[in-house]
């Protein structure tokens, strides 16, 4: 680390005010500041210094990341050789999963940081870091056979005018891969939905296997829109069904809510009021005896585990910059995005997916809840005021 540190330092003049590479002095930094904390420090006014940069703290949660994405790309493998009557290795299912995810991943990251660059070299300005979470979260959102095309045309839409409209990262009002996966769905549905997009249909360099273009596997979701309530399995929990690439396991987004809880990233109460939010709404509609409606006889738990409500409630809910940020106002933000979830998925059996609107319609009102909890707190103080 020393020998780079060394070589950094010796090429870094060319990349300063004057310097022959000067043009590069966004990307040169973006790198530099990745690969090492960064030695300034501030020279005016009162300043609190972390140990931890937000570079750091984006690294953290694509490590949370990384047990949701890696059992997705096994599942991929595994829904595959079980759609062909199949058996396959270990190895040979996740081959086939890691060749099928890793085109996306680099097309999102070549798209969205490619954006990054150019706009923080055109303002004269650091690479923000935001979109290293971004990056990967929007391949973990998507069907395993949506095109990359789609996928480039989506993450361009949504970090221009999602994130760098409103000034970059930490100025968006919508959690920029969520609006990714509604760019998707409004403008391509038919990559998005339905029951032959769950399901990688063609072999990779001579893994999986060739399956037929009629070929459909609806998910657990899909099939309670259709009006038939999917009997619970440990395979739900485990998330050996067809879904989107990352949103399967709830095993595995545990271990990342974990790591975000022990690291202290994530809020745990806006975590919690999600799930408590979204059984006690799953549990309204059991009690209700709505009949015809498969989506409200599924046990409330059931709800929890389908889709991408787990995925939702530890990544997407949590996002610290379009979340709420008041203490009471994180309780209240997480359970109306659980309680909304379970309507949009009961109430509207043509999008049985409804985390994603939830968030995205209380990432609107976020703003609005810290306002009224703020002022709630002022009002009590003024009124302790006057009675002194």
């Known amino acids: 680390m020393n020998a780079l540190r060394k070589y950094l330092d010796k090429i870094k003049p060319n990349f300063e005010e004057g310097g022959k590479l000067h043009a590069f002095r966004s990307v040169f930094d973006g790198f530099e500041t990745f690969l090492f904390v960064p030695n300034t420090t501030s020279k005016s006014g009162v300043n609190v210094h972390d140990a931890i940069d937000s570079k750091r703290i984006m690294i953290f949660v694509v490590i949370a990341l990384l047990p949701a ?17 199949v058996d396959g ?7 086939f999963g890691l060749l099928a995810v890793l085109p996306k991943i680099i097309v999102s990251y070549v798209v969205g940081l490619g954006i990054e660059f150019i706009v923080a070299q055109w303002k ?12 990967i979260l929007v391949p973990m959102i998507v069907p395993v056979d949506c095109p990359l095309w789609i996928i480039a045309i989506a993450c361009a839409f949504a970090v221009i005018f999602a994130k760098e409209i409103f000034g970059g990262t930490g100025m968006n ?9 509604a760019f998707l769905f ?6 998005m939905s339905g029951d032959a997009c769950w399901v990688a249909k063609e072999s990779i360099c001579g893994l999986g296997n060739d399956l037929p273009d009629t070929f459909t596997m609806a998910t657990p979701l899909g099939e309670a829109a259709t009006g038939t309530v999917p009997a619970f399995s440990c395979d739900q929990v485990i998330g050996l069904i067809p879904g989107s690439i990352g949103e399967t396991s709830v095993i595995a987004i545990a271990i990342g809510a974990v790591i975000l809880l022990w ?6 109460k806006t975590m919690f009021s999600v799930f408590v939010g979204g059984a006690l709404m799953a549990w309204i509609f059991n009690a209700s005896g709505m009949e015809g409606n ?3 006889t599924m046990p409330w738990y059931q709800h929890l585990v389908l889709g991408g409500f787990c995925f939702g409630a530890v990544f997407m809910a949590t996002d610290p910059v379009t979340s709420a940020r008041t203490e009471t106002g994180k309780y209240i933000y997480g359970f109306l995005i659980g309680a909304m979830a379970i309507i949009i998925r009961v109430l509207n059996p043509g999008y049985p997916e409804g985390m994603m609107l939830a968030i995205l319609l209380m990432n609107l009102f976020a703003p609005l809840i810290d306002y009224y909890v703020i002022q709630s707190n002022i009002d009590k103080r003024a009124k302790r005021a006057i009675k002194k």
């Open 69 to 85: 994405l890696l059992f997705g790309m096994y599942n991929i493998g595994y829904q595959n050789y079980a759609a062909a009557g």
């Open 89 to 95: 290795t270990f190895w040979e299912m996740f081959g």
């Open 124 to 135: 004269h300005e650091e690479i923000q870091e935001g979109y290293l979470v971004t990056g």
């Open 173 to 181: 009002i919508f959690n920029v891969a969520l609006i990714t996966r």
């Open 186 to 191: 409004f403008a391509y549905p038919t990559a």
């Open 263 to 268: 690291t202290g990233i994530a809020s745990w």
């Open 294 to 296: 498969a989506g409200a």
